[in-house]
Each structure stands twice: as C-alpha cells, then as structure tokens.
C-alpha cells in the first residue's frame, strides 16, 4: 500500500472515518451516521474517478436518510403509545447533558436514565415511575439499534464499492 497515492490515502482516511462513525453510534460524543455518510462523500469526491462511487454515495444517502427517518420515527410512535411525555425525555436529555460533563464517559447515558426515572416519578409516583421508564429507555435502545444497523449498512455499501471499483 503507496500512502504517496493520492486514492489510497483518501481511502485510508474514508476508512478511518467510516470506522469511528460505526462506533460513534454506540459512543454518544461523535455524530455516527454522518460521519459514516459524511466518509462516503469525501471517498467520492477525491477518490480515483469512477462512476461507481456515485452509485455508492447515491445507495449510501438512501441508507442515511432512511435510517434518520425511522430512526425518528419508529420509537417515538412506540413511545407515544407507552404513554412517556415529551416533557420527560426533555428532563432525561438535560441531566443527560450535565452528567456528560459531571461524569465522564458514562455520564451521558446515567443522567439521562436519571432524569429520566425523576421525572416520571414526579409525573407517576414511586410504582409506575420504573416501568415507565424501562419503556422509554427500550425506545431509545431501538433508535440507537436502527442507527447502528444503517451505520453498518453504510459501511457495507462503501466496502462493496471499494472492491467493484
């Protein structure tokens, strides 16, 4: 492998890119699905000229969009059907962020689970306020599960397109 080769290093770096977004679908920090979307683009755009990379970016944009789309909307029906209010999801997603910065790493993920769980217990009381939130957190589990598997869609895309071209 010629790193002096301007086609292997974009592709170098595409892949780099591509593996950080798959894992930054399961790490909260980093935007995985457009990152992974967003390689694909940059593999296209100064990769070795091609067609079929068009092709690849064109598939690779249905898999991102669709992913978004019922990435959004799959669990939020789900969650309106449980009976979960907006209203504390918002108070899940606020903890979340202060415990992003309060606890590294895993902050994120317990605050939001924390706040969460507060504000159903304000909204339910102390019986219904776990159940509730087991509901909600098997609602974002599935969003996450969607995004992650269009990640991973991408990223089979691009290595189909990486081998046809």
């Not at 170098?12 to 909260?28: N, Q, R, T, W």
């Not at 940059?42 to 669709?66: K, M």
């Not at 769980?117 to 776990?130: H, K, M, V």
């Not at 974002?140 to 089979?156: K, T």
């Amino acid at each position: 492998m010629d790193l002096s080769d301007t086609g292997t290093t974009v592709t170098v770096i595409a892949g780099i890119a591509m593996l950080a977004g798959v894992l930054g679908v399961v790490i909260p920090v980093l935007p995985g699905l457009l990152l992974c979307w967003a390689a694909v683009l940059f593999w296209a755009l100064l990769g070795d000229a091609s067609g079929g990379r068009w092709v690849v970016l064109a598939l690779a944009t249905l898999v991102a969009v669709g992913g978004t789309v019922v990435k959004y909307l799959w669990p939020g029906r789900r969650l309106k059907s449980t009976g979960v209010p907006t209203s504390s999801m918002l108070a899940g997603g606020v903890l979340g962020v202060i415990g992003f910065f309060v606890v590294p790493v895993v902050g994120l993920v317990l605050g939001f689970v924390l706040g969460l769980f507060l504000a159903e217990r304000l909204r339910l009381g102390p019986g219904q306020a776990w159940p509730s939130t087991r509901q909600a957190l098997g609602a974002v589990g599935l969003s996450l599960l969607v995004e992650f598997a269009a990640a991973l869609a991408i990223a089979v895309i691009w290595v189909f397109g990486l081998i046809a071209t």
